[in-house]
């Protein structure tokens, strides 16, 4: 089966979780899009798509958003699974953010979802957002709460094709 992995990611950390679950594919020829760098092939010659996004302030990336958009009949009929990267530590919240993601038309066809955790490296970031994690976050260390677990029922679900709830 082909599939697609096509995410954006403004500082690396959707990027690693992309590369994380293109290692955990088998038996998938497997191709990764960066929308924000790559050209986008024809996505009628994949035979599924995962898609994945950053998450900041509770909101997906713009470009993720029209992509979808753009291109949500196409997405319907490729057993899409969605993902999002986050620090949002309650989960009701992280399930209401990977459902805000992306156009509830689409996510009413995903077979799987994940909230794959997220990142603060502070190497990448500029002094306001630096400043804005100091004080909503409480700290001034990079922190790394990537869920493997999580990325791992993913890859699961999208290879059984199981129906998201």
Known sequence: MKTAIIF???HGTTAKVTQMIAARLTGNQVSVIN???DKIP???LFDGIILGTSIYAGTSSKTMQRFCKENI???KRKRPALF???MELDETKQQQELSNAYPQELYEYAVAGCF???EFQFEKMNFFERAIIKRIAKTDKSVSQIK???IDRLV???EKGKVME
């Open 35 to 37: 929308l924000k760098k």
């Open 116 to 118: 794959a955790g997220g």
């Open 148 to 150: 493997k677990d999580g």
């Open 84 to 86: 999002v990267c986050g």
């Open 156 to 158: 699961t679900e999208y």
């Open 73 to 75: 009949e196409a997405l």
């Open 42 to 44: 024809d996505i009628n």
């Open 8 to 10: 954006t990611s403004k």
